[in-house]
């Protein structure tokens, strides 16, 4: 039977550390037991490699604190972001040719199905250059190493590692166990929670199901009559919002009877100190929450998330305060430092928010002459627009919220910070539940 994805909303979870065994209980309902053998053998196998998994991933950790390092030190003596450095790497690699671009998609074409011809183009050349991209970085690093006289120090998963041992040397700076530490938490809670979310679908599945086939009993019914009953055969326009509304309500029914509870302990979500800066934004400054988006706006994934966001903060009056921070990635969009920079002088005359939802929206044509039109077509002082957009110090804000997301762990965007928690799930339900975690109890 379908599981409810909104089943978790109904039960409050108890927050701990992540430590499961097969034979512990996860959850009850209708006089039912789940534990972790009952759930999929998928699951199961996620949370039984997870140790094996943290191993590699805190190894991992440990290269990507190096290269950001290596990559700093680059930066500061060729004067060229780090971003850049990177493109400037990618860029040696050649395009794939079309006949190479027609096998893959020969062989794959009932998996790119649903792509525009133009999009799945796009995702076969960024699949075949994924390999030699990354063995021309790993050149790359490699000679930076030399450059600034990378050591290795005690391995990161040796035991114990105190806080003053040396991880590893970059550039006559060391790096302690306490450092690594630190930048790693936000990676190791990501890796948990991923195996968490796979055992809450499952966990929710089982749950409901079992309220099902307990309901059916006591009914006398089939479930799958019971589910045509109560959803089925309610539906009139037959949209996934409408099925999603009946499922919830029927949920919340069910779970009225048969009280579920869920004892599984998710991991703690870490709470970051998020700087807001002196940065554009929307609300009370007092406001109990505080919502920061790291955004580029050459990124589809942003320009799609935004107005999400938007829409579920606007549910809370006065109680939020909205905050967007610069975080291009130069590696790979060329015009998203420029369009951050249209917008910080679109800020200094006051239209900001409205500046960067024409720049969301004009993702294919963000070169310099697009985004100086874009200032005129909406009334702004062309000239002074300029000025401010060729501003060293313009650029230097926007170096700073990198750095600031750099240190924060950001590796993508869109980022998104509720009150310092990082929001994993990018939907309206999501935003809206996070924003009501963070509201103070009355």
Same mark, same amino acid.
């Given at each position: 039977?379908? @599981?409810?994805?909104?089943?978790?909303?109904?039960?409050?979870?108890?927050?701990?550390?992540?430590?499961?065994?097969?034979?512990?209980?996860?959850?009850?309902?209708?006089?039912?037991?789940?534990?972790?053998?009952?759930?999929?053998?998928?699951?199961?196998?996620?949370?039984?490699?997870? @140790?094996?998994?943290?191993?590699?991933?805190?190894?991992?950790?440990?290269?990507?604190?190096?290269?950001?390092?290596?990559?700093?030190?680059?930066?500061?003596?060729?004067?060229?972001?780090?971003?850049?450095?990177?493109?400037?790497?990618?860029?040696?690699?050649?395009?794939?040719?079309?006949?190479?671009?027609?096998?893959?998609?020969?062989?794959?074409?009932?998996?790119?199905?649903?792509?525009? @011809?133009?999009?799945?183009?796009?995702?076969?050349?960024?699949?075949?250059?994924?390999?030699?991209?990354?063995?021309?970085?790993?050149?790359?690093?490699?000679?930076?190493?030399?450059?600034?006289?990378?050591?290795?120090?005690?391995?990161?998963?040796?035991?114990?590692?105190?806080?003053?041992?040396?991880?590893?040397?970059?550039?006559?700076?060391?790096?302690?166990?306490?450092?690594?530490?630190?930048?790693?938490?936000?990676?190791?809670?990501?890796?948990?929670?991923?195996?968490?979310?796979?055992?809450?679908?499952?966990?929710?599945?089982?749950?409901?199901?079992?309220?099902?086939?307990?309901?059916?009993?006591?009914?006398?019914?089939?479930?799958?009559?019971?589910?045509?009953?109560?959803?089925?055969?309610?539906?009139?326009?037959?949209?996934?919002?409408?099925?999603?509304?009946?499922?919830?309500?029927?949920?919340?029914?069910?779970?009225?009877?048969?009280?579920?509870?869920?004892?599984?302990?998710?991991?703690?979500?870490?709470?970051?100190?998020?700087?807001?800066?002196?940065?554009?934004?929307?609300?009370?400054?007092?406001?109990?929450?505080?919502?920061?988006?790291?955004?580029?706006?050459?990124?589809?994934?942003?320009?799609?998330?935004?107005?999400?966001?938007?829409?579920?903060?606007?549910?809370?009056?006065?109680?939020?305060?909205?905050?967007?921070?610069?975080?291009?990635?130069?590696?790979?969009?060329?015009?998203?430092?420029?369009?951050?920079?249209?917008?910080?002088?679109?800020?200094?005359?006051?239209?900001?928010?409205?500046?960067?939802?024409?720049?969301?929206?004009?993702?294919?044509?963000?070169?310099?002459?697009?985004?100086?039109?874009?200032?005129?077509?909406?009334?702004?002082?062309?000239?002074?627009?300029?000025?401010?957009?060729?501003?060293?110090?313009?650029?230097?804000?926007?170096?700073?919220?990198?750095?600031?997301?750099?240190?924060?762990?950001?590796?993508?965007?869109?980022?998104?910070?509720?009150?310092?928690?990082?929001?994993?799930?990018?939907?309206?339900?999501?935003?809206?539940?996070?924003?009501?975690?963070?509201?103070?109890?009355?």
């Amino acid at each position: 039977m379908r @599981p409810l994805f909104v089943f978790v909303f109904l039960i409050i979870l108890s927050l701990a550390a992540f430590a499961q065994k097969p034979e512990d209980v996860l959850g009850t309902a209708a006089g039912r037991s789940i534990k972790l053998a009952d759930l999929s053998p998928e699951t199961q196998q996620a949370v039984s490699s997870l @140790p094996t998994r943290r191993f590699g991933t805190r190894s991992a950790i440990l290269d990507q604190m190096v290269s950001q390092r290596l990559l700093d030190a680059e930066a500061k003596v060729t004067g060229i972001s780090a971003g850049k450095l990177i493109a400037a790497e990618k860029a040696k690699v050649a395009n794939p040719t079309d006949a190479q671009i027609k096998e893959v998609y020969d062989a794959n074409q009932k998996a790119l199905a649903e792509s525009t @011809p133009e999009q799945a183009r796009k995702q076969i050349i960024a699949y075949l250059r994924r390999e030699p991209e990354q063995q021309i970085l790993g050149a790359f690093f490699a000679k930076l190493k030399t450059k600034f006289k990378y050591t290795a120090g005690k391995p990161v998963n040796s035991t114990p590692l105190a806080a003053a041992d040396v991880v590893a040397t970059v550039n006559g700076v060391p790096i302690t166990a306490k450092e690594y530490e630190e930048f790693a938490a936000v990676a190791l809670y990501e890796l948990n929670a991923d195996v968490a979310d796979l055992i809450m679908q499952d966990l929710n599945e089982a749950l409901y199901n079992a309220m099902i086939e307990e309901e059916a009993k006591a009914l006398k019914m089939e479930p799958s009559a019971l589910l045509a009953r109560e959803i089925t055969n309610k539906l009139k326009d037959f949209s996934n919002e409408e099925r999603a509304n009946l499922e919830i309500a029927f949920s919340k029914t069910l779970a009225a009877k048969y009280k579920p509870a869920i004892t599984y302990k998710y991991p703690d979500p870490i709470v970051q100190k998020i700087s807001v800066d002196d940065d554009p934004a929307i609300g009370p400054a007092n406001a109990p929450v505080t919502v920061v988006m790291f955004s580029d706006f050459q990124c589809p994934a942003c320009a799609a998330t935004h107005p999400v966001l938007k829409k579920a903060i606007e549910a809370f009056p006065g109680k939020v305060r909205f905050v967007v921070r610069d975080f291009p990635l130069e590696s790979i969009h060329a015009n998203a430092f420029n369009a951050a920079r249209a917008a910080s002088a679109a800020n200094a005359q006051g239209k900001f928010f409205e500046y960067g939802e024409f720049l969301y929206k004009h993702q294919d044509a963000l070169d310099t002459p697009s985004l100086l039109k874009y200032a005129a077509e909406m009334g702004l002082n062309v000239k002074q627009f300029e000025i401010d957009f060729n501003s060293e110090k313009t650029a230097a804000e926007i170096r700073k919220d990198q750095a600031d997301g750099d240190s924060y762990v950001i590796n993508s965007t869109p980022t998104i910070f509720v009150n310092g928690v990082r929001i994993r799930d990018l939907s309206f339900e999501s935003f809206k539940a996070a924003i009501e975690r963070a509201l103070p109890k009355q």
